[in-house]
């Protein structure tokens, strides 16, 4: 396998509408960010941590935790937003490195050999990006005569818990290119949190399988 230089990469933004302030809430003892700065540190393919926030206290988190904080603005940071623009933004730290691994906070739970396995797997083959998640098997009501939830062929939806792009997809503006690697996640570690709901399954998950997996 070709070394590579890899950055983790956590974009954590202060406000959130479904639940204020998630990405410092507590969660069993430690921030929720926390999750996925100390996932990027099992990592021995990781060769850097940052956390982009336009927040001072989830700054004052990350520098706690020994990562480095890179600041965005407001433009980067609301409701509107997406992570590509916060990718875009920094592009002229992350042209540094060679392939960037997005690690949502709102996605808490990973194995801890996730993250190397995907690098892995996103270097020997000619990818143009890889993303985590699961086969749902979602058909709108009335759109079908009943159909067996067997037959339905689903499609693969990014549970947030993991991405890898390059500088050049993230120059172009591009989330995803035309050489997908999907890697499907167990189902324990598909869940995303948005709201008080998913934070309380989030809090049972961790307590019946432990926080290292």
């Known amino acids: 396998i070709k070394l590579m230089k890899s950055l983790a990469f956590i974009p954590a933004r202060g406000g959130s509408k479904g639940l204020p302030n998630k990405n410092i809430k507590n969660l069993l003892g430690k921030p929720l960010i926390n999750y996925s700065i100390e996932s990027a540190k099992t990592s021995s393919r990781i060769d850097h941590i ?5 927040c001072d ?9 020994g990562v480095e904080v890179l600041y965005r603005p407001e433009e980067v ?6 992570t590509i ?11 540094d490195y060679d392939i960037i691994v997005i690690l949502q906070p709102t996605s808490p ?3 801890n050999d996730l993250i190397d396995e995907c690098i892995n797997e996103f270097l020997i083959g000619d990818y143009s990006n890889l993303v985590t998640g699961y086969y749902c098997k979602f ?3 009335g759109s079908h005569n009943n159909i067996r ?7 693969f939806y990014d549970d947030g818990s993991l991405y890898i792009l390059t500088p050049s997809l993230i120059k172009k ?4 290119g035309d050489n997908i690697k999907k890697i499907v996640n167990k189902r324990q570690f598909t869940f995303e949190i948005d709201d008080e709901i998913d934070f309380l399954i989030l809090e049972q998950l961790i307590k019946n399988y432990g926080q290292k997996f």
């Open 77 to 82: 940071s609301n409701d509107e937003s997406k």
């Open 50 to 54: 940052v956390v982009s926030t336009d």
């Open 173 to 176: 503006n591009q989330w995803s």
């Open 149 to 155: 939830r067997q037959d339905v062929k689903g499609f």
């Open 109 to 111: 739970l990973r194995p």
């Open 85 to 95: 623009d916060t990718l875009n933004f920094h592009y002229d730290f992350l042209k």
């Open 139 to 141: 058909q709108e009501f």
């Open 57 to 65: 206290e989830i700054a004052g988190i990350t520098r706690e935790s």
